[in-house]
């Protein structure tokens, strides 16, 4: 691969694409999401005259990441300051399959909302993080309606009232312009580990926290919360469409990768998934009438950790309306291939510490969502990425997400 990765990079420093072209099979296909829209060219030809608009002449190369596999190889690059996330397949020694996507301005801690966060001392001098939040500031303060949710949360009193089994790690919100300034402890020490395992004794305090979340806003609405229809909607095609002119990586993932699903998972619940993504209200309205409450959204290892018997939660940028099966089907998509138990017993879990509050019913509806909500991350992974690690990852989660969502909606019916 490392062939095709060095004509590429010298195609990008020198602006010279015919150089790079004969890395390309002939019958190559390019396939990009940028600001303004996608576009799809065939054949090396086609390839190179695309490549050449966007390096028309030498540039400066700030930024290279790549991963190489026997299959291929993926790569963030920068030319320029514009940045790029690249897949690459190979046929041979020639690359076949090309796909591009724009990618946001890099920034400390920017995490996949776009956000920026920055380190400070704290009044009371500990370390400290700001985030500075517009709302509607990035693609995801937009999707879930042109809000910025933790500081509503926060200046609503919700996150105030949170059970003592949590810490959210936010001393302040403070009005700042246009936006909020959000003022956290730096918890990051407390964080999961990146790597590692999740052990299920672990697991079961994060299960407990939320229990106690989702039982003391049951039936609440939390002002400040986003419905359960624009959670549902986050990684809707809806969503891409809305962000064409942005340059977030993940809404310009989104098109492609709910087409690598639906050659990844089976057809029926392929298509009842895309169907719930064009239309989320039936699943909002069958979801709600199992009752309602507020749920942390995001619930994931990267804003998870455990500091003095707490378990910590951060980043409430989602919370809002939702169940608590939805919850967990969410942190499963995430968490349950680095838990010491099977997803069976992760349900147990989650079961026993809802205490009754979640029926078969609501689980099912639940987990129809976690699938509409993350099955593009597993059919890219599945389809696009080169990694066979990866690809291996996303076939074991469809192998179980498949069934037993094909399960949940035989025993649901029809939503709408």
């Not at 597993?378 to 179980?400: C, N, Q, T």
Request: charged letters at 25%.
């Amino acid at each position: 691969m490392s062939g095709a990765l060095d004509a590429l990079r010298a195609a990008m420093a020198t602006g010279d694409v015919d150089a790079l072209a004969p890395a390309y099979a002939r019958n190559a296909v390019l396939e990009a999401s940028l600001p303004g829209g996608r576009v799809r060219r065939d054949g090396r030809a086609a390839i190179a005259d695309e490549l050449a608009a966007w390096w028309d002449g030498p540039g400066e190369v700030g930024e290279w990441r790549a991963g190489e596999w026997p299959a291929g190889a993926a790569l963030t690059a920068a030319r320029d300051g514009v940045r790029r996330r690249h897949y690459l397949h190979l046929s041979g020694d020639l690359v076949a399959r090309h796909w591009v996507y724009a990618m946001a301005p890099a920034s400390f801690g920017g995490g996949n909302s776009g956000a920026a966060l920055e380190r400070v001392t704290l009044p009371d001098g500990t370390p400290g993080i700001v985030k500075r939040v517009v709302p509607g500031g990035d693609w995801l303060g937009r999707a879930v309606g042109g809000r910025a949710v933790t500081a509503e949360l926060w200046r609503a009193g919700v996150l105030q009232r949170l059970p003592a089994a949590i810490e959210t790690g936010i001393v302040a919100v403070e009005p700042d312009g246009d936006g909020w300034r959000i003022l956290m402890r730096d918890l990051a020490g407390t964080l999961v580990d990146s790597d590692g395992p999740i052990s299920r004794a672990r697991h079961r305090e994060v299960m407990a926290a939320a229990a106690a979340l989702h039982a003391a806003f049951r039936d609440e609405h939390a002002e400040g919360g986003i419905t359960l229809e624009r959670h549902l909607a986050i990684s809707s095609p809806a969503v891409a469409a809305a962000e064409r002119d942005g340059s977030d990586v993940i809404p310009k993932q989104v098109e492609i990768a709910w087409e690598a699903f639906a050659q990844a998972a089976d057809d029926d619940v392929a298509q009842a998934v895309l169907a719930n993504l064009g239309d989320p209200a039936p699943l909002a309205t069958a979801m709600r009438a199992g009752a309602t409450t507020l749920i942390h959204g995001d619930l994931r290892d990267e804003n998870l950790g455990f500091a003095d018997g707490r378990v910590v939660m951060l980043d409430w940028d989602i919370a809002g309306e939702g169940t608590p099966a939805l919850e967990v089907a969410w942190y499963l998509c995430h968490d349950a291939w680095r838990t010491q138990a099977t997803r069976e017993e992760l349900l147990e879990d989650f079961l026993a510490a809802e205490a009754g509050a979640v029926s078969e019913h609501d689980l099912d509806l639940g987990l129809i969502a976690g699938l509409q909500l993350y099955g593009w991350i597993f059919g890219h992974s599945a389809v696009i990425h080169p990694d066979p690690a990866e690809r291996a990852w996303a076939r074991e989660e469809l192998g179980w997400w498949v069934p037993r969502v094909r399960a949940a909606l035989e025993r649901t019916g029809p939503l709408a």
